[in-house]
């Protein structure tokens, strides 16, 4: 069994992470997001502009000395539209959309040769509630069990759900989609109270 390290470092290789999780485990999913530089957006809603948004962040960061950060975290619960908020298909769309405007800002400068190295200006990290609670030996999970639909998932380079699917078990990872390693590990939480990302690669 791999240590919470090794869900960092996939992360870290990814441009695009895409993070499932149960409301039982929120609150876990916050101190895991909490480690990295990063930054939420918050609220979005159909006006929203990622240029507008990164353009005061860099004003900020300028009259404020507005802290680094290297992912721009949403969370899908935060996209609204004025239909309902779990199967309007006008919220499906905005969410595809908004998506898919923050992954072309991100790949904007990327070079036309393809053996160049290139790295983001920013990483993208997605978290999205689950309908329901994923049994660690479920093997009926489908796209649909998540809010967001499978166009998230499509573009991720690296999902993975939290889980805790009865009240006195300890928190679970389960890998759903992996570019970068294709082994099937367990992650164990053991550590995660004492893990600092920013210190050790900021």
Same mark, same amino acid.
């Given at each position: 069994?791999?240590?919470?390290?090794?869900?960092?470092?996939?992360?870290?290789?990814?441009?695009?992470?895409?993070?499932?999780?149960?409301?039982?485990?929120?609150?876990?999913?916050?101190?895991?997001?909490?480690?990295?530089?990063?930054?939420?957006? @918050?609220?979005?809603?159909?006006?929203?502009?990622?240029?507008?948004?990164?353009?005061?962040?860099?004003?900020?960061?300028?009259?404020?000395?507005?802290?680094?950060?290297?992912?721009?975290?949403?969370?899908?619960?935060?996209?609204? %539209?004025? @239909?309902?908020?779990?199967?309007?298909?006008?919220? %499906?769309?905005?969410?595809?959309?908004?998506?898919?405007?923050?992954? !072309?800002?991100?790949?904007?400068?990327?070079?036309?040769?393809?053996?160049?190295?290139?790295? %983001?200006?920013?990483?993208?990290?997605?978290?999205?509630?689950?309908?329901?609670?994923?049994?660690?030996?479920?093997?009926?999970?489908?796209?649909?069990?998540?809010?967001? @639909?499978?166009?998230?998932?499509? !573009?991720?380079?690296?999902?993975?759900?939290?889980?805790?699917?009865?009240?006195?078990?300890?928190?679970?990872?389960?890998?759903?989609?992996?570019?970068?390693?294709?082994?099937?590990?367990?992650?164990?939480?053991?550590?995660?109270?004492?893990?600092?990302?920013?210190?050790?690669?900021?």
């Amino acid at each position: 069994m791999k240590d919470i390290s090794y869900i960092y470092e996939m992360i870290e290789k990814s441009d695009i992470t895409l993070i499932e999780y149960t409301f039982k485990v929120e609150r876990i999913k916050d101190e895991f997001i909490s480690k990295l530089p990063c930054i939420m957006v @918050g609220e979005i809603d159909s006006s929203f502009s990622i240029k507008a948004f990164l353009r005061d962040i860099k004003i900020n960061q300028v009259l404020d000395n507005f802290e680094y950060f290297k992912y721009l975290v949403i969370d899908i619960s935060d996209i609204i %539209t004025s @239909g309902d908020s779990n199967i309007s298909m006008e919220r %499906t769309k905005l969410i595809k959309s908004i998506i898919e405007t923050i992954r !072309m800002d991100m790949y904007k400068s990327y070079p036309k040769v393809a053996t160049i190295e290139f790295e %983001t200006p920013y990483k993208l990290i997605i978290t999205s509630p689950l309908h329901k609670s994923i049994s660690n030996t479920d093997k009926s999970f489908q796209v649909n069990n998540f809010m967001g @639909g499978n166009r998230t998932m499509y !573009m991720a380079d690296f999902a993975f759900t939290i889980n805790k699917p009865k009240l006195f078990d300890s928190p679970s990872i389960k890998v759903l989609k992996n570019r970068h390693d294709f082994d099937n590990v367990e992650i164990s939480f053991d550590k995660l109270t004492d893990y600092n990302y920013i210190c050790n690669h900021g």
